[in-house]
């Protein structure tokens, strides 16, 4: 609940809005209980031969007479009350024959009292009817059918500018909410996207964002307006007579414990449904992304059984939670009928018998008319309907409170990496990276890289080799920040880079990986990514870098303004791999790291690529993840990756003569070019 309390607050900013949803609220449920009251008069039309006007008269007159015998009855009651006064002390009776003479002038000026109330009533009504209503009974009858009328449009107009305004702050809300939970998922670090996955991530932008944005609205919108209708009604009821009404209220506790049960079995069950969904969205991702894999293996019969698997425990808890959600209305609506029909029973009882207590209790101070308790069920009639709608509001809010705590149990991840805003820029300038005794590990007591120094001059060309999973990336990983090291430092110029503004730190740096990932736009935009202020010379000058602007111009049908496709379907590896590099290049870093970044490119323009990697060298320190002897040649030095540790350092020729961890991974390359 307090996280959906804080969904809630999202609102504040359109609180004027809410404030006139209310007012339009309380309009709309001032005219349903009025619109019930017209009931009484049109049953005094059909039930008398009087019109409006002679009703009135006569009641009043009765009531008049019913005034004057009070008062007659009252000074009888007084006069034998100082009789009582005046016997002997020593009269054993006396005090008794006191308290029941007192006890019956209480009742009877009680009586007097509510007859003058409604004499009141009935004058105010006199001056009403005799003003604006006409003699006629037909024309009385379509004069109040006319208000009636008149009344529900009006209700129509309120209730829609109540919707219409709990809709807009709602979706203004969700707008609101669905931004920061992208900002803050942009802003964690890398390892939360690995242990998470978008799988994950899209249910809770989109159905539960959409699920907890229903429970708002149903705040918002049925937990303020039907509520007042209710009370509307049960307002009006309980002026006419509130000992009825009263009863009538009678289980409303036991009603409110079967919906707390009924919710919390609900939050349960739509939290499952959410999982289930998220399952399901596991498996679309998985097969989409590797649908050539997937055809490959001639496993599609596979894939459907798995996603039939996930659809199939959907079905059950999303069946699960409509079955609560049924389950709910009609106990409530059962629970609504039972009180209404005990207070019709009374009250048939009263006007048939003309008790004024029943069981000892005082039900009503005198009779009531049969027009009158009819008007007193339509209004608890009326008061139901509202209460028969918020069966399903609570069952809906706490789907709200389930989707809430999916969203906020990771918009309230902070990273591990943060940015610190207030930290030193760390300048563009001579770039000498240190590692010093840096263990990393992804999982406690899982080390994969321990105790690596190492000291990378500015302008240097070093490749990183090793065997898969020896630690490669993952050391290169830790210059950006995407991850921390478990212990040691690494200092670029002497300053450790933990003490330094992330964002000055990345933005010397630039990385080009193996999965060469293109945003579905065109190639201008995709190389423009990391300068997004770089002219159309600037973007061509990277693109002949990486050797990408030839076969943009010649082999693209629109050139630069070319759209490459979802993750770059529509082009080849290699142009893939150049466009990457492109990008790279515009960024202008201090330090390039580049991850097997020939791997996809033939053998010419891979010779152009390293004849370019001799010209940046100049203005950058270049690190390079590779494989591939040929690219061994343009480094001035290599690092030796073993078992998460450094094994040996120096150039192609050193190696060769002092370590035999390289010499066994030039072997196997070399074997491999022959086979």
């Known amino acids: 609940m307090r996280n959906f309390i804080r969904a809630l607050r999202f609102a504040w900013p359109f609180r004027f809005r809410l404030a006139a949803s209310i007012c339009f609220a309380i309009l709309a449920a001032a005219l349903w209980s009025l619109n019930f009251t017209a009931i009484y008069p049109i049953l005094k039309i059909f039930g008398t031969n009087q019109n409006l006007q002679s009703w009135v008269d006569t009641s009043i007159d009765q009531c008049q007479l019913g005034i004057d015998a009070r008062v007659k009855e009252i000074a009888v009651l007084r006069d034998g009350l100082k009789t009582f006064e005046e016997l002997k002390d020593e009269n054993p009776k006396k005090e008794t024959l006191k308290r029941r003479q007192q006890a019956q002038i209480t009742r009877v000026e009680t009586e007097l009292k509510t007859a003058q109330d409604e004499i009141y009533r009935y004058h105010v009504a006199k001056k009403f009817i005799d003003s604006y209503c006409p003699v ?30 709990v809709g807009d702050v709602v979706n203004r809300c969700l707008f609101r909410i669905r931004n920061l939970f992208f900002r803050r998922c942009v ?28 429970g708002m609205k ?92 996930a659809t199939r425990d959907h079905l059950y808890k999303a069946q699960w939670v409509i079955t609560l959600d049924a389950m709910t209305s009609p106990i409530i609506e059962l629970m609504t009928v039972v009180a209404v029909a005990g207070v019709f029973l009374m009250g048939a009882y009263i006007v048939l018998e003309k008790p004024t207590r029943i069981f000892g209790i005082a039900i009503s101070d005198q009779g009531l008319e049969p027009e009158t308790l009819l008007q007193l069920y339509a209004l608890l009639a009326a008061a139901a309907d509202p209460v028969r709608r918020l069966s399903n509001v609570y069952t809906r809010i706490q789907s709200g409170f389930a989707a809430a705590e999916r969203i906020f149990s990771y918009l309230d991840r902070e990273p591990k ?157 290699g142009q893939r791999q150049r466009i990457c590099l492109a990008r790279a290049f515009l960024a202008e870093p201090t330090i390039l790291i580049l991850d097997e970044f020939t791997s996809q490119n033939d053998p010419e323009a891979e ?56 010499q066994r991974l030039h072997d196997v390359q070399q074997k491999r070019l022959v086979a």
Request: one cysteine or more.
């Open 218 to 309: 149903t705040i918002y919108g049925k937990v303020i307006a039907e509520p007042l209708k209710a009370l509307a009604c049960i307002s009006v009821a309980a002026w006419i007579n509130w000992q009825l009404t009263l009863l009538c209220l009678v289980l409303v506790p036991f009603a409110l414990y079967v919906l707390t049960r009924f919710g919390r079995t609900m939050k349960r069950a739509t939290k499952k449904m959410l999982e289930g969904m998220s399952s399901m969205y596991k498996i679309l991702q998985e097969v989409f992304q590797g649908i050539r894999i997937v055809k490959a293996f001639a496993r599609e019969p596979r894939e459907r059984r798995r996603f039939h698997k």
């Open 417 to 573: 990496i943060q940015a610190n805003a207030e930290a030193p820029v760390l300048e563009r300038h001579q770039t000498d990276i240190e590692f010093r005794n840096v263990c990393f590990s992804y999982s406690p007591g899982q080390v994969l890289l321990e105790g690596i120094d190492l000291h990378i001059k500015h302008g240097e060309i070093v490749a990183f080799v090793g065997k898969n999973g020896c630690g490669k990336t993952s050391l290169l990983n830790l210059l950006p920040r995407f991850f921390d090291p478990d212990h040691g430092t690494i200092f670029i110029d002497g300053v450790d880079i933990r003490q330094v503004n992330l964002r000055s730190l990345r933005k010397q740096i630039a990385i080009v990986t193996q999965d060469m990932f293109l945003f579905d736009d065109t190639i201008f935009n995709n190389i423009a990514y990391a300068h997004p202020r770089a002219t159309k010379e600037q973007v061509e000058a990277a693109a002949r870098k990486a050797q990408a602007h030839e076969f943009i111009m010649s082999d693209l049908p629109n050139g630069y303004d070319t759209l490459v496709g979802n993750e770059g379907k529509k082009l080849s590896g």
């Open 187 to 214: 802003h964690l670090d890398v390892s939360n996207f690995g242990e998470v996955g978008t799988h994950e991530l899209m249910p809770r932008f989109i159905s539960d964002v959409d699920t907890m944005g229903g």
């Open 136 to 165: 006629d009974r037909f024309q009385t009858l379509l004069a109040v059918l006319l208000i009636v009328i008149v009344g529900v449009a009006l209700r129509g107009c309120f209730e829609f500018w109540q919707e219409s305004l």
């Open 607 to 662: 010779v152009d690529l390293h004849r370019t990697m001799h010209e940046l060298r100049h203005n950058r320190t270049i690190l390079l993840i590779t494989h591939r002897p040929h690219t061994l040649e343009v480094a001035d030095r290599i690092v030796v990756l073993e078992e998460g540790r450094v094994a040996a350092t120096g150039t192609h020729a050193e190696l060769m003569r002092t370590c035999p961890a390289y």
